[in-house]
């Protein structure tokens, strides 16, 4: 994970809005260098959230491969390394640091409370 982080850009703002995603407050997430907002989509935001670099492929089994990317979830207040894959969350994740390069993937909930 990257330690510098930065505001979204209105046009990063403005292309996340194109594609489905809304956030309580968009002055609250934080991107990385690099950040590719074309990456993210039909996700809602809320809490203090931080983003990293979304630029490689997934390889899944069977040869089926994915960009890395956030899809169709909710995501409150919680940290996102490089290059991961988050999809179809059915509820929500709260308060997680998702490492480099994880796959979270057809989920219904992951949230944290306290120290773990």
């Known amino acids: 994970m990257k330690n510098g ?11 996340l809005l194109l594609q489905g995603c809304d956030a309580e407050d968009f002055s609250a997430i934080e991107v990385a260098e690099g950040f ?24 899944f089994f069977g040869g089926v491969e994915e960009p890395a990317g956030i899809y169709h979830a909710t995501i409150h207040n919680c940290v996102i390394g490089d290059n991961v894959y988050v999809s179809n969350i059915e509820n929500y994740i ?12 057809h989920i219904s909930l992951l949230a944290g409370e306290g120290e773990s």
């Open 94 to 105: 709260a308060n997680y640091v998702i490492g480099d390069e994880a796959v979270i993937r």
């Open 5 to 15: 982080y930065r505001a979204l850009s209105a046009e990063e703002i403005n292309i």
């Open 36 to 59: 590719d907002p074309s990456r993210v989509r039909a996700t809602q935001f809320s809490g203090r959230v931080k983003i990293g670099v979304l630029e490689k492929r997934i390889s």
